[in-house]
């Protein structure tokens, strides 16, 4: 562990009401001291580093000026909000950042209230503040309601929407613009060069003027002035302003001095929306993170002297890379294949395409409605579409896939990573329910990969399929270690696999916890239960075959998911109840709890969700009435 800084004046501050006491000078070394402590602290736990750092500076000035926890501060995504941690009351236990038993990685109702509004997907905080500050005018005991969105949030089309909303309400709210040119991938699109113009133009000198601290006849000649600047006439403005805010900027969001100022001001005299536009540095006052091309955005612990990482050697690819390099090789004999992500090449393995194939990959930045029905239009004219997308980012996609996807019946390939429990970024960002939306829908073909080698197969088999959308689905992390082919086969549509043949206990696994399922059948073995291992592929369309085959063999079958309440399982027992054949053998359904698991390590969250190899041992031989006392060993 290495030395933690000394903190004296932090070390003054417990709650942001502290701040009140200090002065400006006394802020900034509360900063300064502040940064070294959010280092030395993501040293210990890993995490969302750059982001945090970046908003050092305006976290302080926002707890120092607003009355927080009266006045609401939302913070959009949440990666930035450890800093905001340790001025609430959290320090003591900032190094359980992420850990099982710790504080969330993101902000969370439940754990403070500081944090107003949880979060962990992007581009929410407007809609939130709005509705806070609708609420107080509506006779609700909370005060101001401020939004802190980044340049990749903003661009999404909820933030648009809020936006509008909020100037045709015209209610008194703030919207911070933590401007840093740097999402987890640079942002992209028309809202990135803008904002880059606004920082660039003449006007910013004159805004910095601050326009709305004037009396108003002053204030209507600055702003005629801009006008003159930008070369806009007939009353234009930003396009915030044309949405009916307030604009204020750009201005150096690591200038304490002006940070003050600047929200002192609007906190006196706004009337209406006010967005104050920051220009940040992700990573800001650490050397090995300013350098590093994605501003340490995502680590893992580290060296805090050198920040070296210390990550693990991988004993096997992981899924992502694995998808990434299969694409490849299907588009080098497939021209029409085209690559799709929505603001997470190198999330997604989509960044190994666009090196391949420069041309035919599309990153649509935080859009992911957009990124379905592009999808959709490229289909529709002839290309094949891979969308790679996470499991719980895919939501935000749900009615394009159903109104433009699949009731079209385009041929649209959806690469679902990070299905199932993801580890330290906890439910926010858990694929449970991919499985069921998608299952549920006509005339799409859903997949699940069981391990590296069958995912491949699963690129090949989503390549080589015209007939309708189709899905598979691979968790985060590494793969089994399997030899790997030179290129996937091509698989039959609801064909599944017996992967070992038994007579008593049946266990269907959709996934990749068939490897957890193969540990359980060992335990069952080891009390002289013999067990079928079935890799069902599908879950729609079933194999119907196998099923019914595993049904009317077996004393139990036991269906086996990585995901919620409502997917594989329940696809099996409605196909089973159709066909009469519920009442041939005892059937069990196991999947995630009918909850959200805090983080922890995915196979301690599995565990929490019941579905360890104990449990499915368990499991299987209570259905199948086993008594586990008369057995060799008790599972």
């Not at 940064?35 to 945090?52: C, D, M, P, Q, Y």
């Not at 930003?238 to 307030?246: P, R, Y």
């Not at 009390?527 to 595993?550: E, N, Y």
């Not at 368990?618 to 057995?631: P, Q, R, V």
Request: aromatic letters at 6%.
């Amino acid at each position: 562990m290495t030395d933690r800084p000394k903190t004296p004046t932090l070390d003054r501050v417990h709650i942001p009401s502290d701040l009140k006491g200090l002065t400006d000078a006394e802020l900034k070394l509360v900063a300064d001291e502040l940064r070294s402590e959010v280092v030395s602290a993501v040293s210990e736990t890993g995490g969302h580093l750059g982001s945090s750092l970046g908003v050092v500076e305006m976290t302080v000035a926002l707890h120092a000026v607003f009355n927080t926890p009266h006045d609401k501060i939302v913070w959009d995504v949440g990666h930035q909000c450890y800093p905001h941690k340790i001025l609430t009351g959290r320090r003591d236990r900032i190094r359980t950042l992420r850990q099982e038993g710790g504080l969330s990685g993101f902000t969370k109702r439940a754990e403070s209230e500081y944090d107003p509004f949880g979060a962990a997907h992007s581009s929410t905080s407007i809609s939130a503040a709005l509705g806070f500050a609708t609420a107080r005018d509506l006779g609700q005991n909370t005060g101001d309601a401020i939004a802190v969105i980044g340049d990749g949030s903003i661009s999404a089309g909820m933030a648009y929407e809020a936006m509008n909303n909020a100037g045709s309400e015209g209610r008194r709210m703030f919207v911070i613009l933590n401007d840093n040119e740097m999402s987890i991938a640079p942002p992209v699109g028309a809202m990135s060069k803008y904002l880059s113009s606004l920082y660039s133009s003449p006007a910013a000198t004159v805004a910095e003027g601050f326009e709305s601290a004037l009396p108003g006849p002053l204030r209507d000649h600055a702003r005629r002035a801009r006008q003159l600047v930008t070369g806009l006439s007939g009353g234009s403005g930003t396009l915030f302003e044309e949405l009916g805010f307030q604009y204020i900027g750009p201005i150096d969001g690591h200038d304490m001095d002006q940070l003050l100022t600047v929200l002192r001001t609007a906190k006196v005299r706004a009337m209406g929306p006010v967005l104050i536009h920051a220009c940040t540095v992700k990573g800001k006052g650490y050397a090995p993170a300013e350098g590093s091309d994605d501003k340490y955005h995502g680590v893992a612990k580290f060296d805090v002297a050198t920040g070296q990482q210390a990550k693990k050697r991988p004993n096997a690819p992981s899924y992502t890379k694995v998808f990434g390099e299969a694409l490849v090789k299907e588009a080098e004999l497939d021209a029409s294949i085209v690559g799709i992500t929505a603001a997470m090449p190198s999330g997604t393995g989509m960044d190994i395409f666009g090196k391949a194939f420069p041309k035919r990959m599309f990153d649509v930045g935080i859009a992911e409605q957009h990124a379905v029905t592009f999808a959709a239009g490229l289909a529709a004219s002839g290309s094949k579409p891979f969308v790679a997308i996470y499991s719980s980012f895919l939501q935000r996609g749900y009615d394009q896939i159903v109104h433009d996807v699949a009731l079209q019946n385009l041929p649209v390939r959806f690469a679902v990573d990070r299905a199932g429990l993801v580890g330290a970024d906890g439910p926010t960002h858990a694929g449970a329910f991919d499985i069921g939306y998608l299952a549920a829908l006509p005339n799409m073909v859903v997949m699940a990969a069981a391990d590296e080698v069958e995912l491949m197969h699963m690129v090949a088999t989503a390549a080589a399929y015209d007939d309708g959308p189709i899905a598979f689905r691979y968790p985060r992390g590494e793969g089994e270690g399997m030899d790997m082919a030179e290129r996937g086969e091509v698989l039959e549509i609801g064909k599944g696999r017996i992967v070992q043949d038994g007579t008593d206990v049946a266990l269907l696994s959709f996934g990749t916890h068939l490897g957890e399922t193969r540990r359980a059948a060992r335990l069952l073995e080891a009390q002289g239960v013999s067990v079928t291992i079935a890799d069902a592929r599908f879950a729609k369309p079933l194999d119907m075959t196998i099923i019914r085959k595993l049904v009317k063999t077996h004393k139990a079958m036991i269906t086996i998911e990585q995901g919620a309440v409502g997917g594989f399982g329940a696809m099996v027992l409605h196909a089973l109840a159709n066909e009469g054949l519920l009442t041939q053998t005892q059937v069990r359904t196991m999947t995630l709890p009918d909850r959200f698991i805090d983080q922890a390590a995915p196979d301690a969250m599995y565990a929490d969700g019941g579905l360890s190899a104990v449990d499915i041992a368990a499991t299987a031989m209570e259905a199948a009435g086993i008594d586990a006392s008369k057995t060799k060993t008790k599972v």
